[in-house]
T-cell receptor, first 115, second 114 residues
Framework: AQSVTQLGSHVSVSEGALVLLRCNYSSSVPPYLFWYVQYPNQGLQLLLKYTSAATLVKGINDFEAEFKKSETSFHLTKPSAHMSDAAEYFCAVSRSGAGSYQLTFGKGTKLSVIP | DAGVTQSPTHLIKTRGQQVTLRCSPKSGHDTVSWYQQALGQGPQFIFQYYEEEERQRGNFPDRFSGHQFPNYSSELNVNALLLGDSALYLC?????????????FGPGTRLTVT
């Protein structure tokens, strides 16, 4: 079984500051890992995913995440926060390989950006 | 290109009633997954449909059932509604069902059970 823990239900940063959203996962097999963003009244949009290739993954809007197997972590970072980054962010995990159809999500971290 | 669409946007039902939610996948996609997102929680996987068959199911009771049509659109049915079924129901489509393939999410249907 897979599970995800997102540390901090709410994170506030100043505009232009570093964004760091934490995600730790648990998986008995090699995982795929994902970060999604959800704006109010909208569905989820994929920011980036790790699927066993490079451990440093670059996504849209200058977000990136690093897969660290030894720490079972997949933290999301962005060098400089924009007001438009204010949203809820979800980390998700699945089994890798064929026959894996289910994403398991964390509870989410709401990001506020202070002008 | 229209993305994933869901209907209705909002719905209010009474305990014990039945509800049907609808999803049209992104053009070219053949796989539909349904998720339930309770307030303040992350989405939870209900099931996935491919080639008109339920391919995988999450930890949801049999009151939750679905259907996929030949045009790949899908319905989620919930019987004997409980207050705890109040949530945002998200549909996601993909080309190919494995999680390696990006799942595109619709805006959701917000169900309120009173």
């Amino acid at each position: 079984a897979q599970s995800v823990t997102q540390l901090g239900s709410h994170v506030s940063v100043s505009e232009g500051a570093l964004v760091l959203l934490r995600c730790n996962y648990s998986s008995s097999v090699p995982p795929y890992l994902f970060w999604y963003v959800q704006y109010p009244n909208q569905g989820l949009q994929l920011l980036l995913k790790y699927t066993s290739a490079a451990t440093l993954v670059k996504g849209i809007n200058d977000f990136e995440a690093e897969f660290k197997k030894s720490e079972t972590s997949f933290h999301l970072t962005k060098p400089s926060a924009h007001m438009s980054d204010a949203a809820e962010y979800f980390c998700a995990v699945s089994r890798s390989g064929a026959g894996s159809y289910q994403l398991t999500f964390g509870k989410g971290t709401k990001l506020s950006v202070i002008p | 290109d229209a993305g994933v669409t869901q209907s209705p946007t909002h719905l209010i039902k009474t305990r014990g009633q039945q509800v049907t939610l609808r999803c049209s996948p992104k053009s070219g996609h053949d796989t539909v997954s349904w998720y339930q997102q309770a307030l303040g929680q992350g989405p939870q996987f209900i099931f996935q449909y491919y080639e008109e068959e339920e391919r995988q199911r999450g930890n949801f009771p049999d009151r939750f059932s679905g259907h996929q049509f030949p045009n790949y659109s899908s319905e989620l049915n919930v019987n004997a509604l409980l207050l705890g079924d109040s949530a945002l129901y998200l549909c996601a489509s993909s080309l190919g069902g494995g999680t390696y393939y990006e799942q595109y999410f619709g805006p959701g249907t917000r169900l309120t059970v009173t």
